[in-house]
């Protein structure tokens, strides 16, 4: 296992699943060559979805200057430090603003800031009204709280959806957040544009964190499905999944689910993105999803792959946020 990246918030469940005794990981590490492999599940293309999604919001978005007058749409991106995920996760977030006509602002500091001028940038962009998504890059440096970090977050601005209030909002039955997760926003618009009804079914969630699991199953919920969060202290957990229309992975350890977790004819969103050594790859290492997906396609109705799963949605749904938030600071969305 190379370049794992720290754990978001301190959870470190990876730890404790891959301490399992009782639980395989796929030892095939890489997927067998797909052409080469029978299943009949239908691969969700969640790049293709995405590239609809932005293509919906760079026209939205030109027909929001032209009733504004040509106001610009800002998004503000701070990354501390410079893990090498990070800075391809924000370039690609830059790409696709300048794509779809927002400005996207950046704002690097040293691995060894402190808190405090973290969020002495934060309350710059809160103040910058051409800004109206902040994007604080996760993992922050261990010396950091990333709670008091999120918190001094303009709630109009949580773009990310990591505020305490819009956590409590999503949790909370007959209230709206403003702003919900971009990656499980991704996962359950995965669901819906690949007409997998979500109402009524139930779902199992793998995984508990606080920026995909958690608020997954928020949103599963309020989509009206039963929902189940299965954890690495979960007995069992293949007597669970097994059971269930929808299996969400959002573990963060290379392809733990196996075939024998999936119920046939589930669907299978795959959050997961780990790297993991492949001496033929040109970088030496390769992602692949937290779900064996040879095994995984092979009982499944429908799943997501690694790339081009949910990881494009992520960022479409970021876009999404900070359009509804120009909208909203606009006074052209409730
Ligand atoms: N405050 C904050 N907000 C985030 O949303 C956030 C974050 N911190 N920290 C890191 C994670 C990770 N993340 C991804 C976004 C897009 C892809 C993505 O588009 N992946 C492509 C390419 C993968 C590749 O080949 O490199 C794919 O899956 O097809 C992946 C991962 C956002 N994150």
Not at 60 to 89: C, F, H, P, W
Not at 290 to 319: N, Q, W
Request: charged share 25%.
């Amino acid at each position: 296992m190379i370049g794992r990246r720290p754990a978001m918030f301190g959870w470190n469940g990876p730890k404790i699943w891959r301490d399992r005794k009782d639980l395989q990981p796929c030892q095939a590490i890489l997927d067998e060559d797909l052409a080469k492999t029978e299943f009949t599940a239908r691969i969700i293309d969640g790049k293709l979805i995405a590239e609809e999604i932005r293509q919906e919001i760079a026209e939205e978005i030109m027909r929001l200057k032209s009733q504004t007058n040509g106001k610009v749409l800002g998004l503000a991106v701070v990354l501390v430090g410079s893990y090498k995920d990070s800075e391809t996760y924000v370039r690609s977030k830059k790409k696709a603003c300048k794509e779809v006509g927002i400005i996207s602002l950046e704002e690097n500091l040293p691995v060894d800031s402190s808190e405090e001028e973290v969020l002495n940038i934060v309350r710059k962009f809160n103040d910058d009204p051409s800004v109206h998504g902040i994007l604080v890059q996760l993992p922050l440096p261990k010396h950091m709280n990333e709670e008091r970090v999120f918190a001094a977050i303009s709630v109009e601005k949580d773009v990310d959806g990591f505020h305490p209030l819009n956590i409590g909002k999503l949790a909370m039955q007959g209230r709206t957040p403003p702003f919900v997760p971009c990656t499980p926003r991704g996962c359950i618009e995965l669901l819906l544009r690949s007409n997998v009804e979500i109402k009524g079914k139930r779902v199992v969630v793998i995984g508990r964190s606080n920026i995909v699991g958690t608020p997954a199953a928020m949103l599963l919920q309020r989509n009206q499905a039963t929902v189940t969060i299965v954890h690495s202290y979960t007995p069992n957990p293949t007597e669970i999944t097994c059971e269930v229309d929808i299996v969400i992975a959002a573990v963060g350890v290379a392809h733990l689910v196996r075939g024998d977790w999936i119920k046939p004819g589930a669907v299978v969103i795959d959050v997961g993105i780990n790297p993991i050594e492949d001496p033929s790859a040109k970088k030496g290492y390769r992602l692949v999803g937290d779900v064996c997906f040879k095994e995984g396609a092979m009982k499944a109705s429908a799943i997501t792959p690694i790339p081009a799963g949910v990881g494009p949605m992520t960022i479409a749904m970021l876009l999404r946020n900070t359009l509804d938030s120009a909208k909203r600071a606009y006074g052209l969305l409730d």
